[in-house]
């Protein structure tokens, strides 16, 4: 068993023998194919079965790809599922290889699910859209308090609509430089603002065209999932058949409450927010449409009528269940951010019983 400790630079190289056999250190090696491909030469000469791990990090899946396509066997291991001592205060490369070798042999190490190079590539795409998104709120941000510091305010209904576009170009402040500065921010909004649409545009195309699109589109007929929500749900997940059952996939996502109990006491909290944090995201986002009373609006129904029957009726009565449920917590002096939690918690298992109703996409890496 090997494991591996992998930086930017350098990969720490430890293995531990079958059968209870000595874990040794074999050292460090530059973090690049032809060193990957060269160490592992060296490890078969004795004709050992070799079996690698290395934690999940910034250096992605390249190592797992070579190694899986050299026919070894290799996980990538969930970072925050490793068992530490807790009285164990030195971390060093050296340390880590060991440990994760040790571990490997033991079985004690948690893999998590590497997603092929199709579903990888869509997920780069919603995430640089999310980054731009995020970008983009800061600009606006970044100009209202410009503005605010200077007494101009915009006394429309709402930012951001074509009049107070209109607003916008008519504002002229007291010295040339202001200006400037002004004009800076206005330009840098419009800039993110074309980034943000022209990455819509290619999520929708990209989407449209990958081995996703049914499992999308049949998402797309549940309230509040739209294309983007869809996609990035499918982006992040990948075969949602990979879940056992829903609640193996509310814990996933981490929208289930977390529990201390000890004996006859019990006690639960919030949610562990463990997992997938941009998946979660949209979810709660999605889950507020909810508070409306269910219906089949005309957008709705027309993405529906796209879908088979069977996900039609899932994605009716996921309305239909979740608006009540909606109003029964609120009803009951729940918080809304409480309710939309729970209501993203159960929404997700609807997502799973689609998920279930529609065939696996046939994934080409």
Known sequence: MQGLDVHKATIAVSVAESAGGEVRYLGGIANTPEAIGKRVKQLRKDGANLSFCYEAGPCGYGIYRQLTDLGWACQVVA????????????????????????????GEL???????????ALRDLTRAREDMKHLQRQSKQRLLAFLLRHGRRYDGKSNWTQAHHRWLEGVKLDHPVQQIVFQEYVDTVKALTQRVASLDQHIESTAKESVFWPVIEGLMALRGVNLLTATTVVAEIGDLKRFASAPQLMAYLGVVPSEHSSGNSKSRGGITKTGNGHVRRVLVA????????ARKTAILQRRAER???????????????????????????KLKVQVCTAIARELSGFIWAIGQALPSPTVKA
Request: hydrophobic fraction near 35%; charge should be positive.
């Open 79 to 106: 970072p925050s599922l490793i068992p530490k001592k807790a009285g164990d205060r030195v971390k060093t490369d050296r340390r880590d290889s060991l440990m994760l070798a040790r571990l490997h042999r033991a």
């Open 110 to 120: 948690t893999a998590v699910w590497v997603a092929d190079g199709a579903q990888e």
């Open 286 to 293: 999605a889950a507020w449409t909810y508070r409306h009373p």
């Open 307 to 333: 879908t088979p029957e069977a996900i039609q009726e899932i994605a009716w009565k996921a309305q239909t269940r979740r608006c009540a449920r909606y109003r029964s917590l609120e009803g009951r002096g």
